[in-house]
């Protein structure tokens, strides 16, 4: 794969097989056995790829530089990349990308959905099978290919008519990417932080969708879904906006905070009651053992709690949205 290098299935070739075992004696490849040893999303890379003079030697290459030579400087960005979870690679692209993903203001829950999705952590067909468990790597809706998670959010054919629909969508084909990520990446360089956003919550939006059709429900109206993505972001940002009091015991503990131990999150919670005292912010912010925020969220309660309850509330909605997100091993921090 284009960001890993590494491919999505266990090819049956045997640990010590090399490509030259891929190739046919005709010098392309060997097309029967690629399909038969590796998912269709893998096939197609390796089929895509011009085969080499088998007259030059093999050598050693060091992808991270142009020139393939091996350099302290990029192994020392690619050993960043491999210690932080947020970052895939530790490059400078990578690493804008989910700095934009973690700080846009948009839903922690969609945050979290766009950053599992790239990371192939949803249920797709193709993530199941890909994890071992029994069922068809084809798409439930087409029917016409792997249902890759790009594939479930962008590009199958039902979605066609909402593609061509939207008029960004000019600048955004299915092209020849195969992973979200570097679709992602792709259209981060070459759009305005606003747009990408909304592109985020509109693919969260198809999420949902898929998953009602294919549990045989009501799906949402999709030429709707642009306009109910901009209004969604919209009403998410001006109830941000709205200034409340904090309780009075709340202190800043930003000096002592200390990140959680490595493989656990830590989530910190608290609450503000309103002038009139007739409804109650919460606040949340989960973070991981780096530091980094990965989930983070508001919400405005019509309630008259005392403080205590407030608090309280906040952290029970706090452990709701660890778990939503799929954060079991998490510290509490008020
Ligand atoms: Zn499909």
Same mark, same amino acid.
């Given at each position: 794969?284009?960001?890993?290098?590494?491919?999505?299935?266990?090819?049956?070739?045997?640990?010590?097989?090399?490509?030259?075992?891929?190739?046919?004696?005709?010098?392309?490849?060997?097309?029967?056995?690629?399909?038969?040893?590796?998912?269709?999303?893998?096939?197609?890379?390796?089929?895509?790829?011009?085969?080499?003079?088998?007259?030059?030697?093999?050598?050693?290459?060091?992808?991270?530089?142009?020139?393939?030579?091996?350099?302290?400087?990029?192994?020392?960005?690619?050993?960043?990349?491999?210690? %932080?979870?947020?970052?895939?690679?530790?490059?400078?692209?990578?690493?804008?990308?989910?700095?934009?993903?973690?700080?846009?203001?948009?839903?922690?829950?969609?945050?979290?959905?766009?950053?599992?999705?790239?990371?192939?952590?949803?249920?797709?067909?193709?993530?199941?099978?890909?994890?071992?468990?029994?069922?068809?790597?084809?798409?439930?809706?087409?029917?016409?290919?792997?249902?890759?998670?790009?594939?479930?959010?962008?590009?199958?054919?039902?979605?066609?008519?909402?593609?061509?629909?939207?008029?960004?969508?000019?600048?955004?084909?299915?092209?020849?990417?195969?992973?979200?990520?570097?679709?992602?990446?792709?259209?981060?360089?070459?759009?305005?932080?606003? %747009?990408?956003?909304?592109?985020?919550?509109?693919?969260?939006?198809?999420?949902?969708?898929?998953?009602?059709?294919?549990?045989?429900?009501?799906?949402?109206?999709?030429?709707?879904?642009?306009?109910?993505?901009?209004?969604?972001?919209?009403?998410?940002?001006?109830?941000?906006?709205?200034?409340?009091?904090?309780?009075?015991?709340?202190?800043?503990?930003?000096?002592?905070?200390?990140?959680?131990?490595?493989?656990?999150?830590?989530?910190?919670?608290?609450?503000?009651?309103?002038?009139?005292?007739?409804?109650?912010?919460?606040?949340?912010?989960?973070?991981?053992?780096?530091?980094?925020?990965?989930?983070? %969220?508001?919400?405005?309660?019509?309630?008259?709690?005392?403080?205590?309850?407030?608090?309280?509330?906040?952290?029970?909605?706090?452990?709701?949205?660890?778990?939503?997100?799929?954060?079991?091993?998490?510290?509490?921090?008020?």
């Amino acid at each position: 794969m284009p960001t890993s290098f590494r491919v999505m299935s266990r090819p049956k070739l045997g640990a010590h097989a090399t490509v030259k075992r891929l190739v046919s004696d005709t010098g392309g490849w060997n097309v029967e056995l690629v399909k038969e040893n590796f998912l269709d999303a893998d096939a197609d890379n390796i089929l895509s790829l011009p085969v080499g003079s088998t007259r030059v030697a093999d050598s050693l290459m060091w992808h991270y530089e142009q020139s393939g030579i091996f350099t302290v400087k990029s192994a020392y960005w690619l050993g960043c990349g491999l210690s %932080n979870p947020s970052s895939s690679s530790g490059l400078n692209g990578d690493e804008s990308w989910w700095k934009f993903l973690w700080k846009a203001e948009m839903p922690a829950k969609v945050r979290v959905f766009i950053w599992r999705a790239c990371k192939n952590w949803i249920a797709t067909t193709e993530n199941l099978k890909w994890k071992s468990i029994n069922v068809s790597a084809r798409c439930p809706i087409c029917s016409k290919g792997c249902e890759t998670t790009l594939h479930a959010v962008w590009g199958c054919c039902y979605l066609e008519d909402f593609r061509n629909s939207w008029h960004v969508c000019r600048f955004v084909r299915r092209g020849n990417k195969v992973q979200l990520l570097d679709f992602l990446q792709d259209y981060y360089e070459i759009w305005d932080k606003e %747009n990408m956003a909304l592109f985020c919550v509109i693919l969260w939006r198809i999420w949902f969708h898929r998953n009602q059709v294919v549990h045989g429900l009501k799906g949402v109206n999709l030429e709707e879904v642009v306009n109910w993505a901009a209004l969604y972001l919209s009403d998410f940002r001006e109830a941000n906006k709205r200034s409340l009091l904090p309780v009075a015991r709340h202190q800043s503990r930003v000096g002592n905070w200390q990140p959680p131990c490595l493989g656990r999150f830590k989530l910190n919670c608290d609450a503000t009651i309103n002038k009139l005292g007739r409804s109650v912010r919460v606040g949340i912010v989960v973070h991981d053992c780096y530091g980094y925020v990965v989930a983070s %969220n508001t919400q405005r309660i019509q309630a008259t709690y005392n403080p205590q309850v407030a608090e309280a509330v906040a952290i029970y909605r706090g452990i709701m949205l660890a778990q939503e997100a799929g954060f079991w091993q998490v510290e509490i921090e008020i």
